[in-house]
């Protein structure tokens, strides 16, 4: 199975800020790979797919780069509705898909 | 706008059949553009993607679930569900339905989602 870490595990930023958020796979995935938005109780959110689309209706401050193995979800400027839980997610394996352990975002 | 919803037992025995519906409403489960997929988060930790098929019934599962695990679909209520046996306390999450694609060129992921239900594993 593709192995997928992110890190940091846990993050504190401030609003304004421009925060960087890094999933690395244990082999190529190409650009397989999706970010999602957790907020607590709620079910995730798809932010980027296929490394670094935009998902229509997510807010341009939200960015997603790389390919082959290390992956980055970037926010230009943090806003108070963005601290929550972050997952990448790899769909390089034919039919098997799996998810970093997730990084959360809090306020500092 | 596509919504899924989740339904089924919130108690479950050690040893039984958990059981969840996913219910899709305005849209229709048998588009070919995409397939429906069953994701589980236990309490406190990450996502763990348990299976999928597509409305012709075609499934696939995640290999460490693979067992286990029975989805299938009904297309004339618009509904697919999923079937874990033999649960045991480690089967206890949050369930969540969603869509999916499944493009050769970029990829599969999950738009939307259902809110979830908790499943818990006790006797």
């Known amino acids: 199975d593709i192995q997928m870490t992110q890190s940091p595990s846990s993050l504190s930023a401030s609003v304004g800020d421009r925060v960087t958020i890094t999933c690395r796979a244990s082999?190529?995935?190409?650009?397989?790979l999706n970010w999602y938005q957790q907020k607590p109780g709620k079910a995730p959110k798809l932010l980027i797919y296929?490394?670094?689309s935009l998902q229509s209706g997510v807010p341009s401050r939200f960015s997603g780069s790389g390919s082959g193995t290390d992956f980055t979800l970037t926010i230009s400027s943090l806003q108070p509705e963005d601290f929550a839980t972050y997952y990448c997610?790899?769909?390089?394996?034919?039919?098997?898909?799996?998810f970093g352990q997730g990084t959360k975002l809090e306020i500092k | 706008q596509l919504q899924l919803q989740e339904s089924g037992p919130g108690l479950v025995k050690p040893s039984e059949t958990l059981s969840l519906t996913c219910t899709v409403s305005?849209?229709?489960?048998?588009?070919?553009?995409?397939?429906w997929g069953w994701i589980r988060q236990p309490p406190g930790k990450g996502l763990e993607w348990i299976g999928s098929?597509?409305?012709?019934?075609?499934?696939y599962y995640n290999p460490s679930l693979k067992s286990r695990v029975t989805i299938s679909v009904d297309t004339s209520k618009n509904q697919f569900s999923l079937k874990l046996s033999s649960v045991t306390a480690a089967d206890t999450a949050v369930y969540y339905c969603?869509?999916?694609?499944?493009?050769?060129?970029?990829?599969?992921?999950?738009?939307?989602w259902g809110q979830g239900t908790l499943v818990t594993v006790s006797s």
């Open positions: 969603a869509r999916h694609s499944d493009d050769i060129l970029t990829g599969c992921w999950f738009d939307p």
């Open positions: 296929a490394a670094s």
């Open positions: 305005g849209g229709s489960i048998s588009s070919s553009s995409y397939y």
């Open positions: 997610q790899q769909s390089y394996s034919t039919r098997v898909y799996t």
């Open positions: 098929i597509y409305y012709s019934g075609s499934t």
């Open positions: 082999q190529s995935i190409s650009s397989y």
